[in-house]
Nanobody, 123 residues
Framework: QVTLVESGGGLVQAGGSLKLSCAAS????????MGWFRQAPGKEREFVAR????????DVARSVKGRFTISRGNAQTTVYLQMDNLKPEDTAIYYC????????????????WGQGIQVTVSS
């Protein structure tokens, strides 16, 4: 069983930045591949970014490419999502997800999920 806890969300003006964190436990979660998804009101959950357990492979959605960066901490149990040049359309609940195998951009490929954290971008 893997527990994921997101932090770092909040309210920011358009053009601003936020850095989300996802703390995974237990320590063996450092061998899990991780992803970030988001869900806006009335919309389906969508892929944002993913990173391999080594941190050597990353992928981001086209809609956030060049603005969002995914990374892992030194202990590998924390995953970050640096979000720059935020836009109102980035407003959503952001979820962290984990999977023992390399998973793609579909939400149903991930076994473990955090509770989500709100990100609101004002215009």
């Amino acid at each position: 069983q893997v527990t994921l806890v997101e932090s770092g969300g909040g309210l920011v003006q358009a053009g601003g930045s936020l850095k989300l964190s996802c703390a995974a436990s237990p320590r063996t979660a450092n061998q899990y591949n991780m992803g970030w998804f988001r869900q806006a009101p009335g919309k389906e959950r969508e892929f944002v970014a993913r990173i391999s357990w080594t941190g050597g492979s990353t992928d981001v959605a086209r809609s956030v490419k060049g603005r969002f960066t995914i990374s892992r901490g030194n202990a590998q149990t924390t995953v970050y999502l640096q979000m720059d040049n935020l836009k109102p359309e980035d407003t959503a609940i952001y979820y962290c997800a984990a999977q023992p195998t390399w998973a793609g951009p579909r939400a149903d490929e991930y076994r473990y999920w955090g509770q989500g954290i709100q990100v609101t971008v004002s215009s």
